[in-house]
């Protein structure tokens, strides 16, 4: 039923192999995480993961240093921009907005990095520079989600059972209508056919995108599952 739905919305998107697949394994990725915390710190493992990857892999090996960089760049911008429509909003909503600012800025930082990263080969001069400087800003975002922001959402989100589960099913559904790897020479492309055309929109014209996903149809919301099946818009601003 949700390729069903979703094919009506984006056509081009599940004309690509691999999407009908993709669609199957969307209940069990966005049921894995009890927690919004557990949902984000397994992004930020995985992201540091990359950024190991990058950095392990022999001066010579070229083609695995660009692998893991692509990896790098799709999911921090996966990341960031479901950080921007599900956590902050709720930052606002439970905590204060000036919280919800303070790392929409440190996002707004590491969007600029990760386009510069984005474009340049590894063995480019600027690249190691750059990618210190991203990994930098990085662990600072991760330091202050991990250590003060969530920590105080979840004692917030703690009033009732199986908010933060929910909030986590948002994030992880919201970055899963992203696309993992840019499709520049795909004749059908999906919305953002480049990590930069991706971070360049505007992020209200984004969240248009992810309104119309059909967030009820999941299993658990068929069989009435309080909390579950909600959608972005559960915890998005209109
Ligand atoms: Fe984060």
Redesign the pocket.
Known sequence: MITHRLRLLYPALLARPGFTLAARRLTTQTTAFNTVTDA?KA??RELERYYDNIVAAEPEDVDTKVRWQNMLVWELAR?SVG?ELVLYPAFEDYLTRAIADKDRSAHLDLKHKLKTLQSLYPSSKEFTPTLDSLIASLRY??AE?ETHDLPALEDKLAIREGLSRSLARSFERTKWLVPTRAHPSAPDRPPWETVVAFLNAPIDRVRDVFLRFPAGDTPAAEKGVKGEGQGVEDFGRG
């Open positions: 984000i992004d930020h990341h950080e975002h991760i989600e």
